[in-house]
C-alpha cells in the first residue's frame, strides 16, 4: 500500500466517523483531519510523479 492510500483510507475512516457523530464540534474536528489526510494523500502523488537525481560533488572542484 503506497502512502497515498494510506492517507485515503484513514481519510474515508474519518469521514464515515462524521456521517455517524451527532456532536457539533466533534464533526467538525472529524471534517477537519479528513480533509488534512486528503491533502496528504494529494501530496503523496505529487511526491511519487517527482523524479530525483542526486549528483556527487566533481572531486576536482572541491574547495580547502
Known amino acids: ?7 485515503l483510507v484513514r481519510a ?3 469521514i464515515a ?3 455517524g457523530e451527532t456532536d457539533p464540534a466533534l464533526k467538525a474536528e472529524f471534517d477537519n ?6 491533502r ?4 503523496a502523488e ?3 510523479q517527482t ?3 542526486y549528483e556527487a560533488p566533481n572531486k576536482g572542484s572541491e574547495h580547502r
Open 17 to 19: 466517523k462524521v456521517d
Open 40 to 43: 496528504l494523500a494529494e501530496q
Open 33 to 38: 483531519l479528513a480533509r488534512a489526510y486528503l
Open 1 to 7: 500500500m503506497t502512502p497515498r492510500d494510506v492517507y
Open 51 to 53: 523524479d530525483f537525481v
Open 12 to 14: 474515508a475512516e474519518l
Open 46 to 48: 505529487r511526491n511519487d
